[in-house]
C-alpha cells in the first residue's frame, strides 16, 4: 500500500532567487547567476557565504518547517501494521511512503533489521530537509545541571559577568531583585539562581582585592607616573571627596587607573590634603620619587598640598583650568555678558516652555529627516563651570536663529529677540573663542601624549586669534581681552621645564613653537643635565680589587695630577657623546603631527639611548586633570537618590572596578 503526499513546500531561500531556467537562478541581492541543478543547495550556500545577514533570517525559518514536516510524518502512521519506510522522490514533486511489513521470523533470528526512521531521513533526505537532532544523553544532561550548581562552572561565568556588568554599566545592587532583569535571567539560564545584594557586596570586595594587589605591583614597578587630583562635593550627602588617578605608559601606549575617591572629613588645608595623598600612594605602593608630576587646578590648598607631599617643582596647573579662566576673562566686557544673558533667557525660556519647544522640535523636524542618522537638533543649555557649554549655547542659538525668530514672534510673553547687531556680534566672537575650544578638545584626552602639546598649542591659539579679522566693535574688545588673558596666564608656560622638555623631546615639535629663546635654551641645558645625570647613575663604581691594585702601586707624586686628567678626559668624553646625541636628534626631520610620539622613539631608542629615557619619562605626563574630572562625573552617575546610603569606601571600590580594562578582570 502506498500513500502520496500533498506537495512539498517551497523553500523559504528562494525569496532572494528569481529563475532563469532550469538550471539557472539570479540573486536578488547581487544579481550573481548560480546554478541551482533541480535543487537548493547551491542557493542556500551562495546565501550563508555571501549575504550573511539574509542567512539568518531563514535560517530558523528553515530548521522549524523542516523539524515540524519530518515529526509529522513520523508520528502519524499510515498504517497500524507497517512502519514508515524512506520516501521514493516522484516527477511531480510529491512523497511516497511505502511500507515495511513486521519483523519476520528470520529478522528475529539475527537478519539485519531495516534502518531506522532518523537513520533513512539522515541518509536519503533532500538536502533541503535538516534531520532531526538526537536526544541528548543523560551524562550530558546530568553534567548541564552540575554546571549551574553554586560552584558550577557555569554559574562562576554568570557571576562573573553580572558583577561586571555592575561595575561598568554603573548598575545598583538592587537589579539582582528587580521583576524584569529576574525574568530576562530566568529566561536566558533558568537552571541559574540570582544572587541576593549582600552577596553581590562580599564578591564585589573579593574582586576588588584580588584586582588591586594586581595593579599594585603594577604600579610599584612603574618608574614614571603622573597623578591627577580634585577635589568633589556630593550634593545629597553634603560629603566631599578627593579624587585620584595615575597615568602611565608601557612601551607606546598610555595607561589610566582609577586609585579611588577619598572622604575628605576635615577642614580641606594643605596639610590635610597632602597627607592623603602621600597616604594613598603608601596603600598603592608608589615610590614618591617615582611621581613625575602631579596635574591639578590652581586652587591655593592643593598646589600647597602638592608642594609639601612631593614638591614646587612636581607640580603642573591643569591647561584644560587655565583655558577655562581665558574664557572667563573675556567676560569683563559688559555688552558681552549682556548678549551672553539675553541667549541664556531665551534658552530657558524654550527649556521651560513645552509649547515652545513643541514647535521647535517640530521646524527641525523636517531637516532633520532630510539628513539620514541626523540626531534630534535641541537648544543647548550652558553651565557656569563648563565655558566651551556657553560656547555650544551660542553656536547652536546662531543655527537655529530663524526658527527661534518665528516661534519668539508668536508668543507675546517670550524674552526678546536678538538684533541684527548683536546676532552680528555672537557670529564675530564665535570666531575668537573657536581657538579656545579646539584646544580645549584637544588637550582633553588621556590615550594620547598631551603634555608636549601644550606649548604649541598655546603659540598658534594666539597666532589665530591676533590674525582675525574682526570688525564688530564688541568683538574686537573680546578679541583684545582673549589675547590679554592668554598673555597674563600663559605668558611663561615656555619656562615651566616639565612642558617645555616635553615639547623639545617630543619629534612632532622640538624647539620650534619657542617664543622665548632663553626659555628654550634653558630647556636644552636641562635635558643635558638629565642626561649626565643618568650617565653617572649607570657608571659601576671601583671595585675593591682595583682600589687593592692602586694601593701596592710604587708612590707617585703626580698620582693627583693623573687622577685629574683622567676625569677632565672622562668629562669631556662624555659631554661630547650627549651632545652629539641631542644635537643630532635635533637636527632630525620632524615628525608628522598625526603620528604617536612614543611609536617614534621606539625606533629611535637604539640611535638615542640616553634620550629615549627622557622623553619616555615627560611624555607621558598628561596634561590635565580632566580625567579627574571624569572620575567626579562617574561618581554623579554612581551616588545617586536611590543609592544615597552608598558608602565611600564602596564607592571608591566601584569607581577603580570600572576604570580597568576587561583583560584584568578575568583574573
Sequence with gaps: ????????????????????????????????????AGNTTNLIGHIRN???????????????????????????????????TPYNKMDDGVLQFQPVPSCSGSQRSGAPLPKTVNETI?????ENVTPLKRQ?????????????????????????CLLFMICKDHQPFSIVENEGFKTLMKT???????????????WLDDKYEVISETIKKMLSSIEDITLTTDIWSDTLNMKSFLGITAHFGIDIEL???????????????????????????????????????????????IVKAIELAFGRRKHIPCFAHTLNLVAEGTMICIEWRNIVSKVKSIVTWFKQSCIASDELRKATAAATESSAGAAEVKLIQSVDTRWNSTYYMLQRFLELRSVINDILFRHPRAPAMLSASEISTVSSVIMVLRPLEAATKEISGDKYCTSSKIIPLVRCMLSKITSAVIEDPVAKEVQKLAINEINKRMGSIEHVNALAIASILDPRFKRMHFNDPIACSNAVTKIKDLMKK???????????????????????????????????????????????????????PVGRLKENPLEIWRDY?????????????????????????????????????????????????????HSIDKKYWNM
Excluded at 20 to 34: A, H
Excluded at 138 to 160: M, V
Excluded at 188 to 202: D, M, N
Design 605 to 657: 631608542k637604539i640611535q638615542f639611548p640616553k634620550l629615549y629615557k627622557i622623553a619616555f619619562k615627560y611624555l607621558t605626563i598628561v596634561g590635565t586633570s580632566v580625567p579627574s574630572e571624569r572620575l567626579f562625573s562617574q561618581a554623579g552617575l554612581v551616588m545617586t537618590e536611590q543609592r544615597n546610603r552608598l558608602k565611600g569606601k564602596r564607592l571608591s571600590k566601584l569607581l577603580f572596578l
Design 188 to 202: 536566558v539560564a533558568p537552571q541559574y539562581k540570582l544572587p541576593s545584594r549582600t552577596t553581590l557586596r562580599r
Design 255 to 301: 595607561y589610566s587607573v582609577t586609585l579611588g575617591v577619598y572622604e575628605l572629613d576635615e577642614r580641606h588645608t594643605s596639610d590635610y590634603l597632602s597627607e592623603i595623598l602621600l597616604k594613598v600612594c603608601q596603600d598603592w605602593k608608589i615610590d614618591q620619587e617615582n611621581v613625575t608630576a602631579v596635574v591639578t587646578d590652581n586652587a591655593a590648598n
Design 1 to 36: 500500500m502506498s500513500v502520496i503526499m500533498g506537495p512539498k513546500k517551497k523553500s523559504s531561500v528562494w525569496q532572494f532567487f528569481n529563475k532563469i531556467d532550469d538550471k539557472k537562478t539570479k540573486c536578488k541581492l547581487c544579481q550573481k547567476e548560480i546554478k541551482s
Design 122 to 126: 539522515d541518509s536519503d533526505l533532500d
Design 50 to 84: 555571501v549575504h550573511k545577514a539574509a542567512y539568518l533570517e531563514i535560517q530558523p525559518k528553515q530548521t522549524t518547517f523542516n523539524a515540524v514536516t519530518t515529526t509529522d510524518e513520523i508520528s502519524n502512521p499510515l498504517d497500524l501494521d507497517t512502519k514508515v
Design 534 to 588: 643618568n650617565l653617572h647613575s649607570n657608571e659601576e663604581p671601583e671595585s675593591d680589587s682595583d682600589k687593592s691594585d692602586k694601593n701596592e702601586e710604587a708612590f707617585s707624586l703626580w698620582t693627583d695630577h693623573h687622577k685629574l686628567v683622567h676625569r677632565n678626559w672622562k668629562i669631556n668624553k662624555s659631554e661630547d657623546v650627549l651632545s652629539d646625541e641631542l644635537s643630532v636628534y635635533l637636527r632630525t
Design 136 to 160: 541528548r544523553t543523560i551524562q550530558a544532561a546530568f553534567k548541564d545541571i552540575s554546571s549551574y550548581s553554586e560552584s558550577g562552572a557555569k554559574t562562576r561565568k554568570l557571576n562573573n
